[in-house]
């Protein structure tokens, strides 16, 4: 219980008034954002080349989040021109279209889905915490289970997931709140499937709360966020898709004295990366070099995406919020491009 409420309480009072619209302060929100203490901070001149500092920050949709889970996983739908991302405390999937006011209930029942992405056919790929397993779903509306056991032992608690362009699957497995029983995996890592569900490897093994994870735009680079040491870590990639891991290396850190943990991440086209870390949303190079932060005043970032036509609109979600600004360079667009010989 929160507040007084009981979790069953609150999923009825999400739901009232309007059947399955979730609806935002709109107005007063994007008032907020432009003098209410939300900021672009530039740490490098290189910024300027990314995003303008007097840029808007919108506040799109809120009301989400609660014990169970905070807003997560936005997905951007090319083909729809709509957004997605989910709400884990009520386990629902929610659609985000530009332009409306608040957003609408797309999906009941997601089993507290966390991070979303597409593979290369147009799927929607899921990391579910309740079931504690990666999943797929098809055209048919059918769902298949990608991962949920790893060596004869079932997985953590799957958070975040990203697609290849030759098709494999990586995703991340930090656990959860309680302790490993006996039948679990005991490691806190990053898996590799194949794009045939054929294989399936532990890919990363030296962090203790694997979070967030995307590819450099040429593959080259593995980018995965260690939530509880507070910072990103880089591994090269092999020809065969997994790891090097002497290779391992501290690309950013993203601690602080301010809250928030790096959590989901994503990539854009020039090879910058963004992530939350402390006090906000960090725009780095691909060095590692921080160039500027969006400063939202929520406590976490909670992930990222790109979208719009041109794949220059940041989405980014918080523990209650949705938000959007737009950059300069495109993302990485999801589903990515197939790989050719």
Do not use: C
Request: aromatic fraction near 8%.
């Amino acid at each position: 219980m929160r507040n007084g409420l009981s979790r069953r309480d609150m999923l009825s009072m999400a739901g009232a008034a309007g059947g399955l619209a979730v609806t935002s302060r709109f107005g007063s929100a994007f008032a907020a954002a432009q003098g209410g203490g939300m900021r672009i901070e530039q740490m490098d001149g290189a910024l300027a080349n990314i995003i303008a500092t007097n840029e808007p920050i919108r506040q799109l949709a809120n009301g989400y989040g609660g014990d169970i889970g905070p807003a997560e996983g936005p997905l951007w739908m090319a083909e729809g021109k709509y957004l997605y991302f989910n709400d884990i405390n009520t386990a629902r999937r929610m659609k985000y279209t530009p332009g409306q006011q608040g957003a609408t209930v797309a999906m009941e029942k997601t089993n507290e889905a966390n991070g979303l992405t597409r593979d290369l056919q147009g799927r929607i790929l899921s990391a579910e915490h309740l079931t504690r397993r990666v999943t797929r779903y098809e055209p048919d509306g059918s769902v298949t289970v990608i991962a949920n056991s790893f060596g004869g032992k079932r997985l953590l608690r799957p958070n975040d997931v990203v697609v290849k362009s030759d098709g494999a699957i990586y995703f991340t497995d930090p656990g959860g709140p309680l302790a490993p029983d006996q039948w679990d995996v005991t490691v806190a890592g990053v898996y590799r499937v194949s794009a045939d569900l054929g294989t399936m490897s532990l890919v990363v093994d030296d962090m203790v709360g694997p979070n967030g994870l995307a590819f450099s735009p040429d593959e080259s680079i593995l980018y995965v966020n260690d939530a509880r040491r507070r910072h990103a870590r880089a591994y090269d990639v092999l020809p065969n898709g997994t790891l090097a891991k002497q290779t391992s290396r501290l690309f950013a850190d993203l601690g602080g004295p301010e809250p928030g943990v790096p959590d989901g991440m994503k990539v854009d086209v020039a090879g910058n990366v963004y992530s939350g870390g402390g006090g906000g949303l960090y725009i780095m190079d691909k060095t590692g070099k921080k160039l500027g932060r969006i400063v939202h005043g929520q406590p976490a970032t909670t992930n990222v995406a790109f979208g719009g036509d041109d794949w220059k609109t940041l989405y980014f979600t918080t523990r209650s919020t949705l938000f959007s600004v737009n950059v300069k360079i495109a993302g990485v667009p999801v589903p990515v491009k197939k790989k050719t010989a």
